[in-house]
């Protein structure tokens, strides 16, 4: 079965960087875009960033820009986003999800991690 498993969330203070990875199984990781997708408190989820298949084509939403990258590395199934220059809004629940295409937003995701939680705070 399909299988996203999200990993380096954790506390850190304004400014600071964390890297996110998602290790996916149970399909074949290099056929597909890949999404991060962040809930923050109280809040609905928010489209974050999105990789092409090949890794070819990046997107993030205006917020992040300039501070986060998204990468992906086919041999190691995996999925990261780096994300430097962390700010108290960024603060939420970072989802892995798979897409069955690009610029879809996360009603067109048909599968999900459970979740790492990211916490900016001094």
């Known amino acids: 079965e399909v299988q996203l498993v999200e990993s380096g969330g954790g506390l850190v203070q304004p400014g600071g960087s964390l890297r996110l990875s998602c290790a996916a199984s149970?399909?074949?990781?290099?056929?597909?875009?890949m999404n991060w997708v962040r809930q923050a408190p109280g809040k609905g989820l928010e489209w974050v960033s999105a990789?092409?298949?090949?890794?070819?084509?990046?997107s993030y939403v205006d917020s992040v820009k300039g501070r986060f990258t998204i990468s992906r590395d086919n041999a190691k199934n995996t999925l990261y986003l780096q994300m430097n220059s962390l700010k108290p809004e960024d603060t939420a629940v970072f989802y892995c999800?798979?897409?069955?295409?690009?610029?879809?937003?996360?009603?067109?995701?048909?599968?999900w991690g459970k979740g790492t939680l990211v916490t900016v705070s001094s």
């Open positions: 999800a798979k897409g069955r295409s690009m610029w879809l937003p996360p009603s067109g995701m048909d599968y």
């Open positions: 149970g399909f074949t990781f290099s056929s597909y875009a």
């Open positions: 990789i092409s298949s090949g890794g070819g084509t990046t």
